[in-house]
């Protein structure tokens, strides 16, 4: 099978097309024919090494020293069953399936194995391949934060970068869950987060949320550009801010924001759970999340992939047709 492999950190010139032994699926496994997956900000974090100030050598002593160990990058896939073992009893072959091996990553290629209850689950009927690739990344990380956030009905949140793949999968679960959502973004994505369920949509280059004199339950921070000391006067008594790309200061912050300010910081990783997976692709299905796609990629463009992810400019997911 091909399979790009990222050699070491870098830029997309780093990600080599290579050709490797097909893996075969062991009794509790299945064999997935990969038909898209997705370039995401993990994927070029990791690829770059552009991790949290202050944080570069643990998490190279993590992922690897001079490049990932798992050098196949890609978190999330949508494909068809093509083999299973003699012990698998929730899928058989010709299954239409979806999956997020998340950190394990492995997606950047032709087949991948996951193991029976490895976050996988059927393909909502009602999606392609394309969007069903989609929903993962995004959509967990965003019911972990909103999880932890104990958002509630009627609640007030601000989602800073409402058009990315986290930010556009808060929006619309927040306003499931009967919140009341306000979008930031550029202006020519205003549109976009109003069709996602957003009340209010600020341009941040026309107008600066922390000023304005509103105030949010919850500030759902998905860029990395604000801090918890920016966004803590646009905080509400007991509110809650979601440090999702944070760096190190922000991580600090939740031992002391509580105790100082009486505001809660919450940041760290995503758990990413087999739960969490079902009920976005639950919520896929039923038409609660639509996916968003911003731009697709033959396989063979995934660096070109890479690069434009690169630039910060995407809108919801970009997608790698793998079968193209």
């Known amino acids: 099978m091909k399979a790009f492999f990222c050699r070491a950190y870098g830029g997309p010139e780093v990600l080599e097309l290579r050709e490797v032994e097909t893996p075969s699926p062991k009794a509790d496994e299945i064999l997935v024919k990969i038909a898209a997956t997705t370039v995401n900000s993990a994927d070029v974090r990791v690829r770059a090494a552009r991790f949290p100030r202050g944080m570069g050598l643990i998490v190279k002593l993590a992922l690897g020293l001079s ?18 073992g003699k012990d698998v009893r929730r899928f058989k072959m010709g299954d239409e399936v979806f999956a997020f091996p998340g950190a394990k990553f492995g997606c950047h290629a032709e087949y991948r194995v996951l193991q029976e209850n490895q976050r996988v689950f059927l393909k909502p009927e009602n999606l392609s391949f394309a969007e069903a690739a989609s929903i993962s990344f995004g959509g967990t990380t965003a019911l972990h934060f909103l999880r932890k956030a104990g958002l509630r009905a009627g609640e007030k949140i601000l989602v800073i970068g409402a058009s990315g793949a986290v930010g556009s999968a808060i929006v619309q679960i927040a306003r499931h869950l009967g919140a009341e959502v306000t979008g930031v973004t550029s202006a020519g994505n205003i549109e976009l987060v109003k069709s996602l369920g957003a009340a209010k949509v600020i341009d941040y280059r026309s ?5 304005n004199g509103e105030t949010y339950d919850v500030i759902a921070e998905t860029v ?63 038409g609660i999340i639509k996916p968003v796609i911003d731009r697709e990629y033959s396989f063979a463009q995934l660096p070109e992939a890479h690069a434009y992810v690169d630039t910060g400019r995407k809108k919801g997911s970009v997608v790698i047709e793998v079968s193209r």
């Open 207 to 211: 107008e600066n949320f922390a000023a």
């Open 224 to 286: 990395g550009e604000h801090t918890f000391r920016d966004c803590v006067n646009s905080l509400k008594p007991g509110g809650r801010f979601l440090a999702i790309a944070a760096d190190v200061p922000d991580m600090l912050a939740v031992m002391w924001s509580s105790p100082l300010y009486g505001k809660k910081v919450i940041a760290g990783p995503a758990a990413e759970t087999a739960e969490a997976v079902w009920q976005i692709g639950e919520w896929a299905g039923a």
């Open 67 to 84: 490049g990932p160990r798992q050098p196949i990058l890609g978190t999330e896939l949508a494909g068809v069953v093509v083999e299973a």
